[in-house]
């Protein structure tokens, strides 16, 4: 039997999460069955939504419950195999979760072509968030030539995506981020025509220049006063793709209230939110064309790696809400 | 010359509207012109919408500039012609203002025909509270049959008429409104299959009753509180109409925070803004569709008509913040 270690949700956590709500445990896995292969997990996909995971109440999926394997996207090698159509060696990626080993029976697990892309960029730019930035932002924001597109987290996993098809688009793509570095990669590396810098403190007024002809689509990952504030730039008939609220995810106490509600009925606005697994039907669509993009050099995708391994789990996550990571975050196991 | 009583906007409110941000004036009306005709206004519409008009900042059309009549849907005959389609005794309605009289070249007026309905209905159920009913369920909130509707400000100009409309087309309503002898109207008179009274204090615990199946499609008028609580309930996939957020239009300190804006992502919901006159070139559409139902005895209209004249506006208006209406507002002149 192989030993296992794993990260199991021990307490659900009161804003940041801690090595506290987590128990690091080693459990001996049993031999694949008959229909089953062993998957080595080596990459493992850190998103925000995982905080929403651990938490209870209505959400679009049940909770992580206490005592289980914390839920993650991931990806891997097979090491054993009695499936017919898994062999020893095949990379593969699926809802793993954050442990060294799992013994699966194919159900939802996705074959990868390594000679195409690394593990890690399978379970990136070319996995889920690529998936969230192409549909939300195409199938919902609905960008025409000519469109301001405004992006919030913009260096973040979705949002550097999200602004890169909007200049494939024929959209001026303007940025948020946190801190000169970030918006300086925005611009210079992603190719945004615009990023403004939410710590430096006027984000109305630079907002205001950036998108001198008002925003018609705003791709929202964050909520909170960067929400409140973007509202007041949308254009009459604007867009919005509602797929993040990372500023709530911690949040400990209340939030501000959300004063420009009011110009989603005066500018006759549409909100919209978006969860990728209801467009799992059109995957093989998405991934063609952010392969072809990507090929064509018009569509840069980075990983911020970062090694520990499983117990390096909650920190890695934490992250995400400082705003520590560059590009979509990935711990190696 | 006639004389013309006006009410003229001298203040920006704050707060609720008092008889000091207006100034009455007794001002002579000219004769009119080639090609104009003049109105005796006779009943004058009182919308939720007056109170945006008299703010400042950026909305769907400008404010009303201090020291001009007030802006106003009415209705009245004409009593002067020099136009060729408008003749003596035409029962009309238009923009007119806030006014006794006024002089027009026809431009976005209509005839009424009185056989059909009277002066104040035209500018009520068949006007624009009609059709903000109309299209905003229909177009916006796409019901299907079966759906459960939420309405809130169930007993008001618009949502007595939208969850009518939601009965008609198969669908169970639900209305929320103040006070017992309001939600005994709206389910007693007006046929929605439950009515919860906000002011009872058990908002969430009353909804979750009358919607045991949760909410499809909210029509949304309210805002504040009331629209933090009703997101609790929404399905996946619903929709919510946002016509109006008439608690917030007199605010004069900061509203609570929307703590359940996260709902809009986890429940994929589609929210959308709506102004009326988006849907000018379908009006005749609804009113006919509307009229049918009307004879048909399939949709109950009510105007509440108040006294007083011009110098009753402010009084009249503030009618329906503090809930004192019951049914579409007109100011008899």
């Known amino acids: 039997m192989t030993s296992n270690r794993q990260a199991l949700l021990k307490s659900r956590p009161f804003g940041l999460v801690t090595s506290e709500n987590f128990e690091f445990v080693d459990t001996p896995i049993a031999e694949p069955g008959e229909g089953e292969f062993q998957v080595k997990v080596e990459a493992i996909s850190i998103d925000p939504a995982m905080r929403g995971w651990m938490a209870e109440g209505k959400s679009y999926i049940p909770p992580v419950g206490l005592g289980e394997v914390m839920r993650a996207g991931a990806a891997g090698h097979v090491v054993k195999s009695n499936h017919p159509k898994f062999e020893v060696g095949d ?158 995810y911690n949040a400990t106490e209340m939030p501000k209230a959300l004063t420009n509600l009011r110009f989603v009925l005066t500018q006759r606005l549409k909100m919209q939110g978006i969860i990728v697994f209801d467009f799992a039907k059109d995957y093989p669509k998405a991934i063609e064309e952010l392969g072809r993009w990507h090929a064509e050099g018009k569509l840069k995708l980075r990983e911020d790696i970062r090694e520990g391994g499983i117990d390096a789990y909650p920190d890695v996550l934490n992250l995400l809400f400082s705003g520590g990571n560059n590009g979509k975050l990935v711990l190696k196991v």
Request: charged residues 20%; negative net charge; glycine residues 14%.
């Open 91 to 248: 990379a593969v990626s699926g809802m793993f979760g954050v442990q060294q080993f799992i013994n699966s029976n194919g159900a939802m697990v996705a074959k990868l072509d390594e000679s195409q892309a690394s593990l890690e960029r399978w379970i990136a730019g070319l996995g889920m968030p690529g998936m969230t930035a192409y549909f939300g932002l195409l199938n919902v924001g609905e960008p025409k030539e000519g469109d301001t597109v405004l992006v919030s987290a913009a260096s973040g996993a979705v949002g550097s995506i999200v602004g890169q098809i909007a200049k494939i688009k024929g959209c001026r793509a303007v940025g948020i981020a946190g801190g000169p570095e970030k918006c300086r990669y925005v611009v210079e590396e992603l190719g945004f025509d615009a990023c403004v810098d939410y710590k430096a403190g006027n984000l109305y007024k630079d907002l205001r220049e950036a998108c001198p002809k008002g925003v018609d689509v705003l791709f929202e990952n964050v909520g909170g006063e960067i929400f409140n504030t973007e509202l007041a730039l949308m254009n009459v008939f604007g867009r919005i793709v509602l797929c993040g609220l990372i500023s709530a």
